[in-house]
């Protein structure tokens, strides 16, 4: 069963959410807060051609889903059949206006499934993750988000190493970035008409990752339908007035007691940039995140 809840007070959800975070993973079980995990041998695994989908959300970010989508269009799936969600709102006209591009472009291995929800639920990720978790007919889904890029053999070299696999949990070990890119960067304009686009793979270098963080959760089918995604953790489930900063990918490992195990996948690549879409262009708040982004670079 899908819930989601009405606005909470902001400092209600703020508070609510570091305090599950700082103190109620380390006192309590997991299996309180979710439904029974199926066991392994009750998994399907994979032999040969499977389902799978990806799961993303938008909001301001249309240039660089403009990028994830031409991914798709450009190195389509042979191995696998692909289910392409992206979660996004109405009021956000520029990415309408590009899923409204792609919706028209037919891909051999490539269904569309872009799906319209209100800011306040967009806003509150765990909500539309948990609504593909629970509806979902793919045998293993991809949490990711608007500014991964599934380039050349990304997904079937995926389909080659989930073949026969069991555990909750996977995410690609190593990814390729941009530098941290400002927004007058020519990557990231926003003035264009939608557009099929590639990247310079060249501009990018290679990093390892050491956990399924954020946008790298490959998650199993079963598992997905059996929990949703932090279904029962109330604060991931409640709609918001702005994009916050997400803790829903930490919840939803230690909900299933895993940070995930490395699979060696080409052709994942990473647009990085200093503004984030969750801040109002121009605030105080995104002129000092801006800053602290570029430090930590």
């Known amino acids: 069963m899908i819930t989601t809840t009405t606005h909470a007070p902001r400092w209600y959800n703020t508070y609510a959410i570091h305090f599950f975070r700082l103190v109620m ?38 240039n660089m889903l403009t990028y994830q989508l031409s991914s798709f269009v450009n ?37 569309w499934n872009f799906q319209e929800m209100s800011k306040g639920k967009l806003f509150r990720r765990g909500i539309g993750r948990n609504m593909a978790a629970r509806s979902s007919k793919a045998d293993w889904l991809w949490y990711t988000d608007c500014d991964i890029i599934f380039h050349e053999n990304c997904l079937d070299s995926l389909a080659e190493q989930l073949q026969g696999k069991k555990e ?10 941009t530098e941290m890119l400002a927004q007058d960067d020519p990557m990231l304009r926003q003035d264009s008409e939608p557009q099929l686009v590639d990247i310079d793979s060249d501009g990018f270098s290679l990093h390892s990752r050491d ?12 598992v997905a339908r059996a929990i949703g995604y932090c279904e029962k953790l109330k604060m991931f489930q409640t709609e918001d007035d702005r994009w916050r900063k997400t803790y829903e990918d930490t919840a939803f490992k ?25 801040y109002a262009k121009d605030s105080n708040i995104s002129k000092v995140r801006s800053k602290i982004r570029r430090l930590q670079e």
């Open 25 to 62: 993973t380390r006192i309590l079980p997991a299996s309180w807060f979710r439904e029974a995990l199926p066991g392994k041998s009750e998994r399907t695994t994979v032999d040969g051609f499977f389902q799978l989908e990806i799961v993303s959300h938008c909001w301001g970010y249309s």
């Open 75 to 111: 190195y389509p799936p042979t191995k696998c059949a692909l289910t392409v969600t992206v979660f996004y709102a109405k009021e956000d006209v520029k990415t309408q206006a590009v899923l409204d591009f792609f919706k028209q472009k037919s891909v051999a291995n490539v269904t």
């Open 168 to 177: 909750s949990l996977y995410y690609p070990q190593q990814e390729r970035t």
């Open 211 to 222: 956990k399924a963080k954020g946008a790298f959760q490959i998650v199993h089918g079963d």
């Open 254 to 278: 230690w909900l299933i007691s895993s940070e995930g195990i490395p699979l060696d996948i080409d052709g994942v690549f990473q647009i990085r940039h200093v503004q984030k879409g969750r």
